[in-house]
């Protein structure tokens, strides 16, 4: 029969997950000859073979791709045929612009796992199996093509037994790049002060039954160390926040299996066990079932994760606590630590022990964190197993860098439009999270061959941001992006509505604004290609102290309450905002130290305030997770309802905080105040979106992080509703909603 040829080019994350040896096999199943190879944008195949088998051949490349896999694009064209008698799996060539998408690290897969605890096998109990459906992918990779040598398992060659895995076509370990064993591979070693080193599987025995008598070890995962001890032993959670400096802020848990997170947690919706179980395996919050002391203070909700590194595995079978505090290890609100040595330093007093893994780590990598919203995780915060996978693509063939903000910042690179976001790097004004800002642009701008002299460098407006600086350092044009008007371009990126009409709400803490006021409940209409303007806001309150007020909810309290008349002595009981609020009522008294805000982030610290919240806060939006797990205890009946007007292109608070305070001095339950707040909130977006005709109306920012207030909107605006998915709302967002202005531009300016 007549034999044609075509060359069949994939886009998308085809590489590190299977997909060479998965061509090869269906290659065999349909008599094709050619060959597979990685290229720098994905996978090219050359097909050649009858009609009715090369279309069933690219029918099935989509179809049946492995699980891993995430097809973005598929070229096909008619080649000349070769005359080739076989199909075979060939070397791959650098190529000078990569653009394919690195596979994000994946989660131990089932068959693996038979096989680690399968005494028959050569890898049992190896805590580094792998195969081509899972294991390591991102946190390895030192340059692309991915191939073993641009990993860092490089130092560790086959031995004869892996390496005729690896070249066996019927293996699932064809093309394994970290595939391992016992006798060629890394392995781990425990170390501790008190003790001779432990090698092995005996290493991890000896840390499972340090965490059960109650100590802290250090454990190296996949993309960096964590702190583990009992969630149960309340006084080892108690010597985790102390030794950590972590007063207040929530730790993450890992249950040993699905059953056990059920008992931990009661979700509300069924897509909880799916994101739990997904390849991502990130910390999902949901209403907390169980109580642990000290692991969630305040806190209506836990954040449960299941094991995803053979490790994992290990320890909970060697007998370590079902539940297991496992938190970022590092001191408050520095990088999580990755490398061997800077671990042992920067660890030493918080961690009992070492379980340190041979094989070194190429980037650092939190865990992701999710809540499901509308039956679908919405990612709070984006890390392990979800970077660096392409988030959005936009009109650019111009490298861009979008630098994010200074808080929770990530950053996203743009090459030939496909826009990669990073993972999680932390806040700015630290300078460990500067180092390895620097270091993670360093990290793209290498994978991806770009050179910084090449990019387009977009960051936020703040004139004293340190972004905004380092954006001045790369020797790059540079354009300036309002911090708002880039949340709310981030939802926009992520549909690839350039041109849809809309109605944007940005509401958070604190950002710069056109006016050089700290901005934080703007409405904007227009597009992402032709701008947006701000045609609404938030009534401006003063903000005693500036930025240092968002620390002290009473702070914010006494700027927004100066704008009402006749309170009541709000120092005295039932409100004791005590002598800070009265301290930042003379500020404003004397305008000394004042800032104008419109921050809906400061109008949720103010009404936590008026209900109890009247200490600092230990970590940032500490109040408005209060507020929103005071109000989700509210019982339905006898809610009272509060006006939140729109009059002269301003949300009005006075008359929602004049009700709250004559509510809260008749002693009405605080839950039913906190409740019907939020309520009004929806309404007052509502109210505001009536202006602008039948549009989607955007939201961002990180109010929106908030699900009570999501929930409420998606009950009012239905599908017109649009909020983040692929990225955080709040600002690891950002540089998404940058990079879509940037496209736009036609040379340096600012939006």
């Not at 096998?121 to 991102?138: A, L, S």
């Not at 961690?351 to 990612?379: T, W």
């Not at 309002?482 to 709310?488: D, L, P, S, W």
């Amino acid at each position: 029969m007549l034999r044609r040829a075509r060359l069949i080019r994939i886009r998308g994350i085809v590489q590190g997950v299977g997909f060479r040896p998965f061509t090869h096999r269906l290659a065999h199943r349909y008599a094709i000859s050619g060959w597979v190879k990685n290229g720098g944008d994905g996978v090219e195949i050359f097909a050649e073979g009858t009609i009715g088998a090369l279309d069933a051949f690219a029918d099935a490349l989509l179809s049946e791709a492995p699980p891993a896999a995430r097809i973005a694009s598929t070229d096909v064209a008619d080649a000349r045929c070769e005359g080739l008698a076989e199909f075979e799996i060939r070397e791959s060539r650098p190529s000078s612009r990569p653009t394919v998408r690195i596979a994000p690290d994946l989660a131990a897969c089932d068959a693996c796992l038979r096989e680690l605890f399968d005494p028959a096998d050569r890898r049992y109990r190896y805590p580094y199996i792998n195969c081509t459906d899972c294991g390591p992918r991102y946190s390895i990779v030192t340059s692309l093509p991915y191939d073993r040598a641009g990993t860092t398992m490089a130092a560790w060659p086959m031995c004869d037994f892996c390496a005729a895995e690896y070249h066996d076509p019927a293996n699932r370990r064809f093309h394994a790049q970290p595939v391992a064993c016992p006798v060629c591979g890394p392995t781990y070693v425990l170390w501790a002060s008190a003790a001779a080193e432990v090698r092995g599987h005996d290493a991890i025995v000896a840390a499972a039954t340090m965490l059960r008598a109650g100590s802290i070890v250090a454990v190296k995962g996949i993309g960096g160390y964590h702190l583990a001890c009992d969630a149960r032993n309340a006084d080892a959670v108690a010597a985790l926040r102390e030794r950590k400096f972590r007063k207040e802020r929530p730790f993450a848990l890992m249950a040993r299996d699905l059953a056990t997170a059920r008992t931990l947690v009661a979700p509300d919706d069924d897509a909880f066990d799916a994101a739990l179980l997904s390849t991502a395996r990130p910390i999902v919050l949901a209403p907390a079932r169980a109580v642990f002391a000290g692991v969630a203070p305040d806190n209506r909700e836990l954040g449960v994760m299941l094991p995803y590194a053979p490790l994992h595995h290990l320890l909970f079978a060697a007998g370590a606590p079902d539940v297991l505090v496992l938190t970022s290890a590092n001191r408050s609100s520095e990088p999580i630590a990755y490398d061997d040595a800077d671990a042992r330093r920067s660890l030493a007093g918080i961690a009992d022990a070492f379980l340190v893994g041979d094989r070194p780590i190429a980037r650092r990598l939190d865990d992701s964190v999710v809540r499901i919203s509308a039956g679908a995780p919405a990612i709070l915060r984006r890390g392990r197993g979800y970077a660096p996978m392409a988030v959005a693509t936009v009109p650019s063939t111009r490298p861009l860098l979008a630098l994010g903000g200074d808080l929770k910042n990530a950053l996203a690179l743009v090459v030939d439009g496909q826009v990669f976001a990073s993972q999680h790097i932390g806040d700015l004004d630290h300078r460990s999270a500067r180092e390895a800002c620097i270091a993670t642009i360093r990290d793209l701008c290498a994978i991806y061959a770009v050179r910084p002299a090449e990019l387009l460098v977009v960051h936020d407006a703040h004139p004293e941001y340190v972004s905004t600086a380092l954006a001045g350092e790369l020797g790059a044009p540079a354009i300036a992006v309002q911090h708002h008007r880039a949340h709310v371009a981030s939802v926009i990126a992520e549909r690839g509505a350039w041109t849809t009409p809309l109605l944007g709400v940005a509401f958070d803490g604190t950002g710069y604004g056109d006016d050089g006021t700290i901005w934080g409940g703007e409405f904007f209409t227009g597009t992402v290609k032709d701008g947006f303007e701000r045609v609404a806001h938030l009534r401006r309150a003063q903000l005693p102290g500036g930025d240092a007020a968002a620390r002290f909810p009473v702070a914010a309290a006494a700027g927004f309450l100066a704008e009402l008349d006749d309170l009541p002595d709000l120092t005295q009981a039932p409100f004791s905002l005590g002598e800070r609020y009265a301290a930042a009522r003379e500020l404003i008294a004397h305008d000394v130290r004042c800032f104008a805000t419109t921050s809906l982030g400061r109008l949720f610290d103010t009404v936590a305030a008026l209900l109890g919240f009247t200490r600092p806060m230990s970590f940032e939006g500490q109040a408005a997770m209060w507020l929103e797990h005071l109000a989700a205890a509210a019982s339905p009946a006898g809610r009272p309802t509060y006006a939140f007007p729109f009059t002269a292109q301003e949300l009005d608070y006075r008359p929602l905080l004049r009700a709250i305070v004559a509510d809260r001095a008749a002693a009405r339950e605080a839950t039913q105040i906190a409740a019907a707040f939020h309520v009004a909130v929806a309404d007052g977006v509502t109210a505001v979106s009536q202006r602008y005709g039948d549009v989607p109306v955007v939201c961002s920012g990180g109010v929106f992080q908030n699900g009570l207030l999501v929930e409420l909107l998606r009950e009012r605006l239905g599908a017109r509703a649009w909020f983040n998915a692929s990225v955080p709302a709040n600002d690891g967002g950002l540089a998404l909603g940058q990079a879509g202005l940037g496209a736009f531009a036609s040379g340096p300016a600012s939006f």
